[in-house]
């Protein structure tokens, strides 16, 4: 998909040897979007800011990359898919997208590892267990969450973020 020579491609093919892990809005962009292929139904991406921008590049992204998310995300996920395009739909996407998300590997974390972690006050609990997975599993961050994507790169995680991405890919990939 990204072979344009640049550094932003090395990192995107150490990303994918290393696997990354989404984010609950990348997923969720990710599943909206892959539901309106599925149905047709192409009202529900604009919901989400950026979405109609983003899924393409998702779309040939994440099936070649080795995906990770973690209980926690996909929980939040459908809260965010419900409060975007209402409850019965959320269940409808996360039901129709099932051997999307069973391609994804989970990322289990211990409960206790994640509650002592720092940061929980200001980043949450899926923000907190991204961070840790991603470095006691030498994971890349895929994430459009810029707090999120501060915090990863002042501790020295490795990020991927979609705002490079989207820029990377427009400028090479869709003329």
């Known amino acids: 998909m990204f072979n344009t020579g640049t550094s932003l491609d090395q990192t995107i093919n150490k990303a994918k040897l290393e696997g990354?892990?989404?984010?609950?809005?990348?997923?969720?962009?990710?599943?909206?979007?892959?539901?309106?292929?599925?149905?047709?139904?192409?009202?529900?991406?604009?919901?989400?800011?950026e979405g109609t921008d983003i899924y393409p590049?998702?779309?040939?992204?994440?099936?070649?990359?080795?995906?990770?998310?973690?209980?926690?995300?996909?929980?939040?996920?459908?809260?965010?898919?419900?409060?975007?395009v209402k409850q019965k739909n959320a269940y409808k996407?996360?039901?129709?997208?099932?051997?999307?998300?069973?391609?994804?590997?989970?990322?289990?974390?211990?409960?206790?590892?994640?509650?002592?972690?720092k940061g929980i006050l200001k980043y949450g609990l899926v923000d907190?267990?991204?961070?840790?997975?991603?470095?006691?599993?030498n994971r890349y961050i895929l994430t459009n969450d810029t707090p999120l994507e501060d915090k990863a790169k002042k501790e020295n995680k490795k990020v991927l973020s979609i705002c490079q991405l989207r820029a990377h890919y427009y400028t090479y990939y869709n003329k």
């Open 128 to 137: 907190i267990s991204i961070l840790s997975c991603s470095e006691k599993h």
């Open 57 to 84: 590049i998702l779309k040939k992204m994440i099936p070649s990359f080795r995906t990770y998310i973690t209980l926690s995300i996909l929980v939040e996920t459908q809260g965010v898919l419900s409060s975007r």
């Open 20 to 49: 990354i892990i989404l984010d609950t809005g990348i997923l969720s962009i990710y599943l909206v979007g892959i539901y309106e292929e599925l149905t047709h139904n192409a009202n529900m991406l604009k919901k989400f800011k």
């Open 93 to 117: 996407i996360i039901h129709e997208t099932i051997p999307y998300l069973l391609r994804m590997t989970e990322q289990p974390i211990n409960k206790n590892d994640l509650l002592g972690e």
